[in-house]
């Protein structure tokens, strides 16, 4: 989960200029990382673009050189949270060698360590997505049914196979993303157990939910 | 369910003169269903008072004879909703005559159930509470957390009596709250299984996850 890190600790938040070069200016990696911050700490509302630009030291007239409002700030964040998922569900479903169990237990850990580490960007996601323009949303949705569709695939094949009991893929593999899209509301980063252990802790209930 | 029933047909939605005699005039009980209806219709956001007078057929100035505000039109949507559910998990919880197996079953099947019949109520209150006072909220986080706490005395119970595996009462006992609130996001009333066959499927999923 390197990469997903990365979104918390690297470019986004801090700026870094290595991956801007040639592509974004480093003022707008500022921008982006001064956003998330406040979007974090002060709700996506409450936010203002006045905020933002007094955060990066900028005026507001500025700001509008960078990005156009503050949809074009968070959009981003849900498509890159969501993208590191998708490629991680995408890696496991390709790996051949993997019994359905084995695939359907490392995506499992892959979605709640995911959503452990992008809690603020997934808090801010579910509480905001109605009051989101649909268009912009139109990539995070392609994204969310490519990852349901691969997760569904992988309960069908453990079905299928006869590793899982006869039960209803669909409404079983949307119980689990739910479970796992839910610890946004209850997740602590500084509660009693790590990431791992409430992971491997959900995973095994839930193989043991379905095996055969 | 009957009870919970009476929130979406009953003296909320179409204004039961019965129910409010004596306590809140009509007039009343036909502002808070119009504003149910826009609410679930438009969004929370988007309602305004003005909506809701007109809809009412009655002046903005007139509406604040009757509520003061969006927020107390909503808040007692969530209460009600909420307080059904805690009034079952307290049923099933001081009924000694069951075993913690046959607690956690009506346990998961009544909070499903709570939560397809409330879809409008739970959708608007998992996207705004946010954006809500925090005093307004003190009920239902108390609810909330009463109901959390039988929750996982059922688990803690099964544990104990080793009808359960060894596993985490807590972490076990969000997991399972948090896969029947996700509902909200993904139950469509016009979908392919009725809720009772929902509740079941994960019911049983649930059940297989823990049992020894």
Request: hydrophobic share 40%.
């Amino acid at each position: 989960m390197t990469g997903t890190d990365a979104v918390r600790r690297g470019d986004v938040e801090l700026g870094d200029e290595d991956d801007a070069a040639g592509e974004s200016p480093p003022r707008e990696q500022q921008v982006r990382a001064a956003a998330l911050r406040l979007f974090r700490d002060k709700g996506y509302h409450a936010t203002s673009m006045r905020d933002i630009a007094a955060e990066v030291g900028i005026n507001k007239g500025s700001l509008y050189s960078y990005i156009r409002s503050k949809e074009d700030l968070l959009i981003p964040f849900f498509e890159r949270a969501m993208g590191l998922l998708l490629a991680e569900i995408e890696a496991i479903s390709a790996n051949e060698s993997l019994t359905a169990t084995e695939r359907l237990k490392r995506a499992i850990k892959a979605h709640i360590l995911n959503v452990t580490e992008n809690l603020d960007i997934l808090t801010v996601y579910l509480s905001e997505w109605r009051q989101l323009r649909a268009d912009s949303l139109s990539t995070v949705r392609q994204q969310r049914e490519r990852y349901a569709a691969l997760f569904l695939a992988i309960v069908e094949a453990g079905v299928n196979r006869g590793e899982f009991r006869a039960i209803d893929p669909r409404i079983s593999a949307l119980g689990m993303i739910g479970m796992c899209n839910y610890l946004f509301r209850w997740y602590r980063p500084d509660g009693r157990l790590r990431p791992e252990q409430i992971a491997d802790e959900l995973t095994d209930m839930l193989l043991h939910g379905v095996l055969a």
